[in-house]
């Protein structure tokens, strides 16, 4: 796989969370913590996503907020 992202995270899908035009895909990376993505229901399905199966969350932005309280 080439991609232009930079950030690039392999993980275990850990669930999945239908809705009714988009589904929340949770990630478990190797150490425990977690990302969560929405993405289209179709797009679940092309990628024939299930919980237990290896997946990247691909992380592409031009800008990322820090903020403090």
């Known amino acids: 796989m ?3 992202a930079r950030n690039i ?3 275990t899908v850990k669930a999945i969370t239908p809705g009714s035009v988009n589904s929340e ?4 990376l190797p150490g425990g913590q977690v990302v969560t993505s929405i993405i289209t229901k179709k797009s ?8 237990g199966k290896t997946a990247y969350a691909v ?3 031009s800008e ?6």
């Open 2 to 4: 080439k991609i232009s």
């Open 9 to 11: 995270l392999k993980g």
């Open 25 to 28: 895909v949770v990630i478990e």
């Open 44 to 51: 679940v399905a092309s990628l024939g996503l299930a919980p």
């Open 59 to 61: 992380i592409k932005s």
């Open 64 to 69: 990322v907020m820090i903020a403090v309280d």
